[in-house]
C-alpha cells in the first residue's frame, strides 16, 4: 500500500517563506509525477506544482516565480519551497503521486499566511 505524508505547513506572515515535503512509502510503485495541489475554503482543488521523472515541471501562474517543486527519487520524496507567501496562498496542500495506473493523495498540510 502507497502512503504519502505531507509536513512543514503553519503559519507565516505575508512575505515570508515555507517548505513543504511529502515522503512516499510502500512498495511496488513508481511514480511517473509528483506534484502539489492546494485547496482553499470554497473553491476548486487546484494545481500548484508537478514534477515528471524526468524532471520537467510545471506550475500555476499564480505562484510562478516565488515556488519550487523539487524531487529526490533516492527517497521518494517531493518538495515545495514557497517563497513570497500571499494571504491568497492560504490553503490545504495535498501532495500527489500518480503512477501509470492511478493517482494517490496525502492527507492534506494546512498553509496559512496572515496579512
Known amino acids: 500500500q502507497v502512503q504519502l505524508v505531507e509536513s512543514g505547513g503553519g503559519l507565516v506572515q505575508a512575505g515570508g517563506s515555507l517548505r513543504l515535503s511529502c515522503a512516499a512509502s510502500?512498495?511496488?510503485?513508481?511514480?511517473?509525477?509528483m506534484g502539489w495541489y492546494r485547496q482553499a475554503p470554497g473553491k476548486q482543488r487546484e494545481l500548484v506544482a508537478l514534477i515528471r521523472s524526468d524532471g520537467s515541471t510545471n506550475y500555476a501562474d499564480s505562484v510562478k516565480g516565488r515556488f519550487t517543486i523539487s524531487r529526490d527519487n533516492t527517497k521518494n520524496t517531493v518538495y515545495l519551497q514557497m517563497n513570497s507567501l500571499e494571504p491568497e496562498d492560504t490553503a490545504i496542500f495535498y501532495c500527489?503521486?500518480?503512477?501509470?495506473?492511478?493517482?494517490?493523495w496525502g492527507q492534506g498540510t494546512q498553509v496559512t499566511v496572515s496579512s
Open positions: 510502500g512498495s511496488g510503485f513508481r511514480f511517473v509525477a
Open positions: 500527489n503521486g500518480r503512477t501509470l495506473s492511478r493517482a494517490y
